[in-house]
């Protein structure tokens, strides 16, 4: 067969340079963020001075520009002070006082200090003595926060603040970067009173705010009079409706100017944004559930009605009494206990149901089941299927039961 490649070779009508509208992106400038950055910078500016800064906490929701002028106030922050060094640290794969020390020593050293075996003290004493003997400033950014909090409370907290006040010739200061404006509330007061913090706090993006930020990106991107204006006020809208997401708003554009590419278009339009929501917000849970076979759909259905009967009690034989009289309602024949219990290990490894082993005491061990997220818009999918159109929840008794 001939190469599948070969139709988007040579050149296109558009020329564009998409990394420039990637995630991991730092613009030079950040529209309608000047007010956060210049309090970011006059806290940090105590390191002009010689002295170590107030430890900042960022808040903000997602796409409200927290990690990138975090980043770039930073950056700049080096190209003015030549001993200082910034630590970025994401609390998704970094989540243990352990890896955190280990990141920042890693970072202040050449020499790599193993991901794992070393007793957590050892490996205190050898952070403390790499950042005391790099004599420089450090700045540790601790992005997504709260999920280190959840993950170790407040001890990675803990373990970076005693560092703070160990290092005596050298300073330590921290950014923590977060959307759980309670994440403090559950540490411990010890560590609370060791934070001496000061918060910057990033507000939602409204809609013309958006299509600013997405202008000054595209002048970098395109060349002029590609893109409609009117496609940059929809997709700015769109951004707008997610609670200021400027980040999903330039994620659809740069998926807008992808598609005009390989399609050979010389515009970018309306259109163009409106097949972008469509591919950016396909979604995946909808085609999972779509292309479940007709029994696990009504296996899930019937798992849905028992938990919304009795939310403490989902398990095997009541989904499985609910799965006959749904058959029953729409006109299939059910199938045997036995295939009903193999769909349900199915649904569960497919991530649609959590199933858990019950001690029944004298009665045996029996398998429970929950729907823990989204359960509605489970029920609102399956509902979609034509098979499935006609049932009516109010049809399933709620079973009676003896107390033990």
């Given at each position: 067969?001939?190469?599948?490649?070969?139709?988007?070779?040579?050149?296109?009508?558009?020329?564009?340079?998409?990394?420039?509208?990637?995630?991991?992106?730092?613009?030079?400038?950040?529209?309608?963020?000047?007010?956060?950055?210049?309090?970011?910078?006059?806290?940090?500016?105590?390191?002009?001075?010689?002295?170590?800064?107030?430890?900042?906490?960022?808040?903000?929701?997602t796409g409200t520009g927290k990690t990138s002028t975090t980043?770039?106030?930073?950056?700049?922050?080096?190209?003015?002070?030549?001993?200082?060094?910034?630590?970025?640290?994401?609390?998704?794969?970094?989540?243990?006082?352990?890896?955190?020390?280990?990141a920042i020593?890693?970072?202040?050293?050449?020499?790599?200090?193993?991901?794992?075996?070393?007793?957590?003290?050892?490996?205190?004493?050898?952070?403390?003595?790499?950042?005391?003997?790099?004599g420089r400033f450090f700045i540790v950014i601790l992005d997504e926060m709260d999920r280190l909090i959840r993950k170790s409370g407040g001890?990675?907290?803990?373990?970076?603040?005693?560092?703070?006040?160990?290092?005596?010739?050298?300073?330590?200061?921290?950014?923590?970067?977060?959307?759980?404006?309670?994440?403090?509330?559950n540490i411990d007061a010890r560590i609370k009173s060791r934070l001496n913090q000061e918060s910057i706090v990033f507000p939602p993006y409204n809609a013309s705010e958006i299509r600013d930020i997405i202008s000054s990106r595209l002048e970098k991107v395109l060349g002029p009079n590609v893109v409609d204006e009117t496609a940059i006020n929809l997709c700015a809208a769109i951004g707008a409706q997610e609670h200021g997401d400027a980040r999903k708003a330039i994620d659809l554009m740069r998926i807008a100017i992808e598609i005009a590419i390989r399609e050979n278009r010389n515009r970018i339009t309306e259109s163009?944004?409106?097949?972008?929501?469509?591919?950016?917000?396909?979604?995946?849970?909808?085609?999972?559930i779509n292309t479940l076979p007709l029994h696990s759909k009504i296996l899930l259905l019937s798992a849905i009605v028992t938990q919304e009967i009795e939310p403490?009690?989902?398990?095997?034989?009541?989904?499985?009494?609910?799965?006959?009289?749904?058959?029953?309602?729409?006109?299939?024949s059910a199938l045997s206990p036995r295939r009903i219990s193999d769909l349900l290990t199915e649904l569960a490894d497919y991530g649609l149901l959590v199933?858990?082993?019950?001690?029944?005491?004298?009665?045996?061990?029996?398998?429970?089941?929950?729907?823990?997220r989204q359960a509605e818009i489970i029920k609102k999918y399956l509902l979609e299927d034509e098979n499935l159109s006609m049932f009516k929840s109010s049809k399933i008794p709620k079973q009676a039961r003896f107390e033990t």
């Open positions: 067969m001939d190469n599948p490649f070969a139709r988007f070779a040579g050149t296109r009508t558009i020329q564009a340079d998409l990394s420039l509208l990637e995630e991991n992106y730092v613009p030079d400038s950040f529209p309608h963020r000047e007010t956060q950055i210049n309090e970011m910078v006059t806290i940090l500016s105590s390191i002009m001075r010689g002295s170590r800064p107030s430890n900042i906490i960022v808040y903000g929701k980043k770039y106030v930073t950056k700049m922050l080096m190209e003015a002070a030549s001993n200082v060094s910034v630590v970025y640290v994401n609390c998704e794969i970094y989540d243990s006082p352990y890896s955190i020390l280990v020593a890693n970072y202040a050293s050449a020499e790599k200090i193993p991901e794992l075996g070393w007793p957590i003290d050892r490996i205190y004493r050898e952070t403390l003595e790499r950042i005391e003997r790099s001890d990675s907290l803990y373990v970076l603040l005693k560092l703070m006040t160990d290092a005596d010739s050298v300073k330590v200061s921290m950014i923590g970067i977060t959307n759980d404006t309670t994440v403090l509330e163009e944004i409106y097949e972008a929501r469509e591919r950016y917000e396909m979604n995946v849970l909808r085609e999972a403490n009690s989902v398990i095997t034989g009541e989904i499985y009494e609910n799965y006959r009289r749904i058959c029953d309602d729409l006109g299939f199933m858990d082993d019950r001690n029944m005491g004298k009665y045996g061990r029996t398998r429970s089941f929950s729907i823990v």
